[in-house]
């Protein structure tokens, strides 16, 4: 295989990933939010802009409908359990992604069932060669990516993030300031969830194809190591941990044949190992949380500085 | 379409005696340790293989085949807490962060099975006699699962009512502070919960695997009704869970039916589970735990 190809290849997958990577940042870095069902927006997504792209709605609006319907489902799938414990979040979400993933493997008339359907590209020039269309895609792929980090770093250095975050370290805390926390929640997980969508759209497009196993719930564990590694509640660090899950990955698949086992068994083996030495070793991840940025702050670290220099 | 009610009330406790020896060790840890291990799922798996060497590949037999597995998943389950979870959470691990780390305990388990047996389905062969009770069709491997399930339903109750170490458990699992007070040692008891409610899931693995087929998701194919029966019994809770193992059971059984006569998949049956989790966490998060004494 072309190996320039190969290595842009491995460039789109990690924008894709690292706006999931952002999505779940935003609920679990910042919000304290355990989406142990990620992979359920991302399916959404995928599968909404398959079949919207099926009847010949232009790619831009199949992302955005896929990011709606995926925040919509986020708002049903969370409602119910935000304001029990954390625990309960996790679970139903996950199990609402297993069932998804059910419905789209037995209801054929969806979307092929078990084999899938073909996805057409968000974008396609006629006659252009597999280069030129990979960075197409690396260029549509960076351009969400870009706007899901803005909004992101809007978001969170914001006094709106502020209240996100003050809710995550003490929710009665929090509650006893007027700041509903179930609403807050639920908007966070709304926002994580369309991000996860658009991610999902963008990857069918540029697989050209959707089928049920691509929504496994590893994916959603490949995403929890990108932000564990990187470090939750700092946006550059899921960035990060983006790219070093998806080298790793690219990784072992060309070391395949001097491997004595199966690499996707290995790669697993060895993501689980280094989740838990990230737990054991640096729980806050590589980058640490980003300090707050507000005027107040920076005036007041501005006087703090100014008083030391005229001390000295 | 007539429908055999006998055979389904049947078949119904058939499925809640495996998912009650399942989600036991599940439920128990879940009370003590206060965070749901997600890698209960492939210590299942991992009784079911370890029994499968044992009677299959080694031909030894299946009686030795269930000790061994007990034995095996037992350790592991131990070893999970001793070796992760406890020293995790003596580092200040949220419950997040322990979640997590069941998951990707999960992950190396499942994928050393799979990389060690390799992912193809494996079947036992050992072949029962399948006889008619009046209008039911039964075979000897689900009368012995009823068998022993009710038998580990006794005996359970009677430890956990008339043994110091069942009082224990109680203690701990009702208010720790308080049984460290009274001098219980906390860690011991949670080490044996841990070991027993392994073992225990591995006696589902076989029974599962025997019935079905084993392969590494053997263990994550049932996590669903578990987690149900975990959460719909009252986490922690023993009787609950042996009442929602049977609901459940009830619930797949009759919902089966159900769907084949909307003309839906059957493959359904485990969005029941998932049905009934969400609807007791929106009407009673507890459970049914306080029709029950806490146990």
Known sequence: MDPLLYGLDLVVFIGIFGIVALSLNLEFGFAGLANFGKVAFFLIGAYTYALLSQIGIPFSLCLIAG?????????????????????????SVLAFGEILRLIVKSESWIAGGDWGISVAPAISIAGASPRVGVLVNIGLVYFCLLICFVIAQLLTNSPYGRVVRAIRED??????????????????FMIGSAMAGVAGGLYVQYLHYVLPGMFMPMVTFTVWIMVLLGGPANNWGALLGAVLVELFKYGTNLAKPILPIDPVNLQYILFGALIILVLFYRPQGLLKESPIKTKALELARYGRTVAKNKGS | MTVNWAQILF??????????????GLTMTYGLSAFPNFAHAELITLGAYSGYLIAEQLGLGLPLAFIVAFLVSGIVGFLCYRGIFQPLAKRGATIIHLMVASIALGFILRHSIGAIWSWRPLYFTTSWPAF???????????????????????????????????KAIRATSSNPELALASGINIDRVIWITWFIGGGLAAIAGIFRAADTQIWPMTGWDIILPMFAVAIL??????YGAIVAALIVGLAENIGVVALAALGLSTSYRMGIAFVILIVTLIIKPQGLAMLFRRA
């Open chain 1, 67 to 91: 990011a709606l319907i995926s925040a919509l489902f986020g708002l049903f799938v969370a409602l119910p359990t935000l304001r029990l414990r954390l625990d309960y979040l996790a679970i």
């Open chain 2, 132 to 166: 008619d009770l009046g209008p039911i069709r039964v075979t000897g491997l689900w009368l012995l699962l009823i068998f022993v399930a009710v038998a580990l339903a006794f005996v359970m109750h009677l430890i956990l009512t008339k043994t110091k170490i069942g």
């Open chain 2, 11 to 24: 078949n119904s406790v058939v499925t809640g005696s495996i998912y009650l020896l399942g989600a036991v």
């Open chain 1, 171 to 188: 929710e009665i805390a929090a509650e006893a300031l007027g700041k509903d926390r179930a609403k807050y929640k639920a908007q966070i």
């Open chain 2, 233 to 238: 019994g009252g986490i922690g809770n023993f």
